[in-house]
């Protein structure tokens, strides 16, 4: 699992308030990825990060920021959230796979419901 | 843009059988495919991933082809078992790796029947 971690698990929430999800790696990997899932669009890049402070916006990144203090940890904001962000979010690392090439692994996901 | 898209949506054979997923992508500038499992309510396992410069790939019963000039890729599994019942997503890096996300399709739903 690249030792990605990802809370909260499960989150319940209301209509415009925000929200901060967490993804810690505990590998030092420079490449961090937001994705959502959602049933008819599958998943699609929320932002990435290419270093601490540096970050970069994805194909649907209206709505959402992020931030990376840390190496290990790149946070994911919904600054007012809003029904249609109601999804699954994973976090993934980008490493170098047994196939010697750079890899993405994912953590086990956020289910995000907005009331 | 880079579009990827996975045929059939989903897909219920008796076990045992032999089976193909297949995948294409828009974009033939690709720099690596990869493809994923996905059981129901968990995250992603990576199966395969396959760089731009290479044929296929190998792995148990399990086997990935990349024909990057027409943009397809299949991934077959033999004799297959109630266990591999998922779903299978392919997603395609573009050219340049780095920090480049990954384009999803939108998988292939496997059931096998016992």
């Known amino acids: 699992d690249a030792g990605i971690t990802q809370s909260p698990r499960h989150k319940v929430t209301e209509t415009g308030t925000p929200v901060t999800l967490r993804c810690h790696q505990t590998?030092?990997?420079?490449?961090m990825y937001w994705y959502r899932q959602d049933p008819g669009h599958g998943l699609r890049l929320i932002h990435y990060?290419?270093?601490?402070?540096?970050?970069d916006k994805g194909e649907v990144s209206d709505g959402y920021s992020v931030s990376r203090s840390k190496t290990e940890d790149f946070l994911l904001t919904l600054e007012s959230a809003t029904s249609s962000q109601t999804s699954v979010y994973f976090c993934?690392?980008?490493?170098?796979?047994?196939?010697?090439?750079?890899?993405?692994?994912f953590g086990p996901g956020t289910r995000l419901t907005v009331l | 843009k880079q579009e990827v898209t996975q045929i059939p949506a989903a897909l219920s054979v008796p076990e045992g059988e032999n089976l193909v997923l297949n995948c294409s992508f828009t974009?033939?500038?690709?720099?690596?495919l990869q493809w994923f499992r996905q059981d129901p309510g968990k995250g992603l396992t990576s199966l395969l991933l396959?760089?731009?410069?290479?044929r296929e790939q190998t792995s148990g019963r399990l086997n990935a082809s990349l024909d990057k000039s027409s943009g397809r890729s299949t991934l077959y599994i033999a004799a297959s078992q109630p266990g591999d019942s998922a779903t299978y997503l392919c997603?395609?890096?573009?050219?340049?790796?780095?920090?480049?996300?990954?384009?999803f399709g939108k998988g292939t739903h496997l059931i096998i029947q016992p």
């Open positions: 997603a395609v890096r573009d050219s340049g790796g780095g920090a480049d996300g990954l384009t």
């Open positions: 396959i760089q731009s410069s290479q």
């Open positions: 993934a690392i980008s490493a170098v796979g047994a196939s010697g090439t750079d890899t993405q692994y």
């Open positions: 990060s290419y270093g601490v402070k540096d970050t």
């Open positions: 974009d033939s500038a690709i720099y690596n």
């Open positions: 590998e030092n990997h420079r490449y």
